[in-house]
């Protein structure tokens, strides 16, 4: 059975269409304290038709699904989004992938209706980053609390006008400690939580850097994106209890985004869906992700950000992907049992 798209018809996320898994013994291999499976075991898991390897690139693929993957790099493609896995692909013999990045990250895009965290919800928690007198990221147009506020208010009406209840953490230009957004967003039941944000890199890259990211809670046992492990990253977060959830609902809305900006003629690079430690990330009870917007520090990207259709756009299409990831999730009521 699959999923009717909640996108328009030019958005083909197949990544969300239901896929039935055979049954593999996996031969699972320990390399510098991780474990490892073969991507061959992969392709037979998920029934891909076909692996084709060429030099350190390997491709896994069917009539849905194709995943790009490269030998020494943690970047793979998944029907062309870019995810950043928490592992490098390595050569064992044979080309292999983590364990980690097999059930936190493959497993959770192809088959969300197998997520068991992924739970019904009616509300949305948005989380404008930022305020008061924490501006974020400044240019010469404007603040990064301003733009996230503007673009989160969009939102909060697309939501309502599909049914759903929504609150914000901040509604105005007011302080909220990362502490506070997060005991704000625990109160609710039956919710998700996305926090909105735009990017900023120092003068090396302000000429350079641009894109939308959208990060997830890095798993246990993985660093935050960019900097090396440490004996904190091993401690499990409340967070990580919707690892699974989590990636689902950064693969709507980071695939959804960047489609519906290409087709607005509001092209952005996509940077890709990654994993950090954020604070407002750690402690949140409910799926949650931070989105980053584009980058205020680049010299062309900042006038797409002060434009006030790239805002409306993006909280479209973050409403929309909203609305998919809770359908594409809620399927294991009917299959379930297949």
Not at 23 to 32: D, G, I, L, S
Not at 77 to 95: C, D, P
Request: proline fraction near 4%; charge should be positive.
């Amino acid at each position: 059975m699959k999923v009717p798209c909640l996108f328009p018809v030019m958005i083909f996320l197949v990544l969300f269409l239901p896929v039935q898994a055979a049954q593999v013994e996996w031969a699972v291999k320990e390399y510098h304290g991780n474990k490892y499976v073969p991507l061959s075991q992969v392709k037979e898991f998920y029934q891909m038709t076909a692996m084709t390897v060429s030099g350190t690139s390997i491709t896994l693929q069917n009539s849905e699904v194709t995943m790009k993957f490269r030998a020494g790099s943690q970047e793979v493609l998944m029907n062309n989004v870019k995810f950043i896995f928490s592992h490098n692909v390595v050569a064992l013999g044979s080309y292999h992938i983590s364990v980690t990045d097999l059930l936190k990250v493959i497993d959770p895009v192809l088959r969300p209706y197998k997520i068991k965290e992924a739970k019904p919800f009616d509300t949305v928690i948005i989380d404008p980053g930022h305020g008061g007198k924490d501006g974020g990221a400044v240019n010469s147009l404007g603040t990064e609390a301003d733009y996230n506020l503007k673009v989160a208010r969009m939102l909060v009406e697309n939501l309502r006008r599909k049914g759903f209840k929504v609150v914000m953490t901040r509604s105005s230009d007011t302080f909220i400690s990362l502490q506070d957004r997060v005991r704000m967003a625990n109160q609710y039941q039956n919710a998700i939580f996305i926090s909105i944000h735009f990017n900023s890199l120092g003068t090396r890259g302000r000429s350079e850097a641009r894109g939308i990211e959208t990060f997830t809670l890095s798993p246990t046992g993985v660093a935050h994106y960019g900097r090396s492990l440490k004996e904190s990253d091993f401690v499990k977060r409340q967070g990580n209890e919707q690892d699974s959830a989590n990636i689902a609902l950064a693969t709507a809305v980071h695939w959804g985004s960047l489609q519906m900006l290409a087709r607005a003629n509001l092209t952005v690079p996509d940077r890709g869906i990654r994993r950090a430690r954020y604070s407002v990330l750690t402690g949140i009870k409910h799926p949650a992700i931070l989105f980053e917007g584009g980058f205020m520090s680049h010299p062309r990207e900042k006038y797409l950000i002060h434009n006030p259709n790239y805002q409306r756009t993006l909280a479209k299409a973050i409403a929309e992907a909203v609305a998919f990831y809770r359908k594409a999730t809620l399927q294991k009521v009917g299959t379930a049992k297949r």
